[in-house]
């Protein structure tokens, strides 16, 4: 019998708890109800879809490599911005592909390839904006780089890169 008492009590708080929790959110300003009365976002879903055509207000439009491929590069090869690439591809570049471009880093002997960036077909047949995405969005072996150089950083590499004197590679005799 107390066991009953106890439930029937326990049902009755709970009710005017119920009661009570829907008199608050009532009583609230319209302001306020946003979370009670907005889309129910369940949590692991993903956040709603921008409309379609648009970007946030601070949105960089994504660009894959062949859309990239004719972007201008936005700086002049000055010995400034030389000298800004140069420093940044001995940061981030130079471990693999070696300070001149010629693929002898201290790291590239454990990547099965790591191609040397003076031969031609990279010289004379690469865009800037082509160069430019593999910095950007890296390959197989190669890691992205967006998230370590600016947009600005990244043509300043290019512009370096560029700055390589061309190599031919010695035919076999
Ligand atoms: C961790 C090593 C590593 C780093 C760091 C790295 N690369 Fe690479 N890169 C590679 C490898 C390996 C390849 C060959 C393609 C592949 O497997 O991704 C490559 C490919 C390239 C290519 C294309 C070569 C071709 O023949 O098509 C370019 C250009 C290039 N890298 C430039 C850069 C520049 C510029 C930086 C610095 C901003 C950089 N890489 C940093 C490893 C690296």
């Known amino acids: 019998m107390t066991g009953m008492r106890a439930l029937v009590g ?7 708890l119920v009661v ?7 009583a609230q300003p319209a ?6 009365e907005g889309p129910v976002v369940l949590p692991g879903t993903d956040p709603r879809a921008p409309v379609e055509d648009t970007i946030a ?6 660009r894959d490599r062949i859309e990239s491929q004719d972007l201008p590069n936005p700086l002049e090869p000055t ?23 010629q693929g002898d880093g201290q790291i590239a002997s454990h990547f ?26 890296g390959g197989f072996n190669m890691p992205p780089l967006a998230s370590q150089l600016s947009p600005e950083e990244r043509w300043a590499v290019v512009l370096y890169v560029k700055s390589f004197e061309t190599v031919r590679p010695q035919r076999r005799q």
């Open 10 to 16: 326990h049902g009755l708080r709970a009710g005017m």
């Open 20 to 26: 009570l929790a829907t008199a608050m959110a009532s």
């Open 31 to 36: 302001i306020m109800r946003n979370m009670w």
């Open 57 to 62: 207000v601070d949105g960089v439009r994504l």
């Open 79 to 101: 010995p400034d911005v030389l000298a800004d690439g140069e420093q940044l591809y001995g940061t981030y570049c130079a471990v693999c592909h070696g300070q001149a471009g």
């Open 112 to 137: 099965r390839r790591m191609p040397d960036l003076r031969l031609p077909h990279i010289q004379e047949n690469y865009t800037d904006g082509w160069i430019y995405a593999i910095i950007r969005e």
